[in-house]
């Protein structure tokens, strides 16, 4: 009986310990407004942050090739001036869509990498974009400083083009954890 009272208080803590980790899973998926985290991104370049014209519906879904009917919300900016590669795209998806939106914006960044125009001082940058996702929050990240030391060897440019999606990445991040 005693052996029987060991094993079923064994098996409560361990429901406990899987039911606060549940809990605390979710702490990740709190509601987040995705103008909240382009305003992080924003603050996270100051000046240096380049995308500066909104896209509507229609631009959103045209470019990046996203269904709208699984998309909550989502904010998408990109510069007027075309020579920049500059883009920030963030989605709520609608529950349990986030992945299908992680792997078409996967799919445009791969284009934009691999199959497109791009003047060669700007392919570090396009090189280091970032596709990240927080469940269904997903963010294409392409966006930074510009590297003014044109003499840096392509290691160096790609180096500073890491490290400037990285604070975008890190900006995007922070809501979740």
Same mark, same amino acid.
């Given at each position: 009986?005693?052996?029987? /009272?060991?094993? #079923?208080? &064994?098996?409560?803590?361990?429901?406990? #310990?899987?039911? %606060?980790?549940? &809990? /605390?899973?979710?702490?990740?998926?709190?509601?987040?407004?995705?103008?909240?985290?382009?305003?992080?991104? =924003?603050? %996270?370049?100051?000046?240096?942050?380049?995308?500066?014209?909104?896209?509507?519906?229609?631009?959103?879904?045209?470019?990046? /090739?996203?269904?709208?009917?699984?998309?909550? %919300?989502?904010? %998408?900016?990109?510069?007027?001036?075309?020579?920049?590669?500059?883009?920030?795209?963030?989605?709520? &998806?609608?529950?349990?869509?986030?992945?299908?939106?992680?792997?078409? $914006?996967?799919?445009?960044?791969?284009?934009?990498?691999?199959?497109? #125009? =791009?003047?060669?001082?700007?392919?570090?940058?396009?090189?280091?974009?970032?596709?990240?996702?927080?469940?269904?929050?997903?963010?294409?990240? $392409?966006?930074?400083?510009?590297?003014?030391?044109?003499?840096?060897?392509?290691?160096?440019?790609?180096?500073?083009?890491?490290?400037?999606? =990285?604070? &975008?990445?890190?900006?995007? =991040?922070?809501? #979740?954890?």
């Amino acid at each position: 009986m005693r052996k029987q /009272g060991i094993v #079923f208080g &064994a098996l409560l803590i361990g429901m406990l #310990f899987v039911l %606060a980790g549940c &809990a /605390g899973g979710n702490k990740g998926q709190a509601e987040v407004d995705v103008s909240d985290i382009l305003t992080a991104v =924003q603050e %996270a370049y100051g000046e240096d942050y380049l995308p500066d014209t909104d896209l509507d519906e229609s631009m959103f879904s045209d470019r990046y /090739g996203i269904d709208l009917t699984h998309v909550e %919300a989502y904010v %998408a900016q990109m510069p007027m001036i075309s020579a920049h590669p500059d883009q920030v795209v963030i989605v709520k &998806a609608k529950e349990g869509k986030g992945e299908e939106i992680e792997t078409q $914006l996967k799919s445009v960044q791969k284009v934009l990498q691999e199959d497109s #125009f =791009q003047y060669p001082a700007n392919m570090p940058k396009v090189n280091a974009s970032q596709v990240v996702r927080n469940g269904d929050y997903v963010a294409f990240l $392409l966006v930074g400083a510009v590297n003014e030391d044109l003499d840096s060897s392509e290691e160096d440019q790609l180096a500073f083009a890491k490290e400037q999606t =990285q604070k &975008a990445v890190d900006a995007f =991040q922070s809501f #979740f954890e």
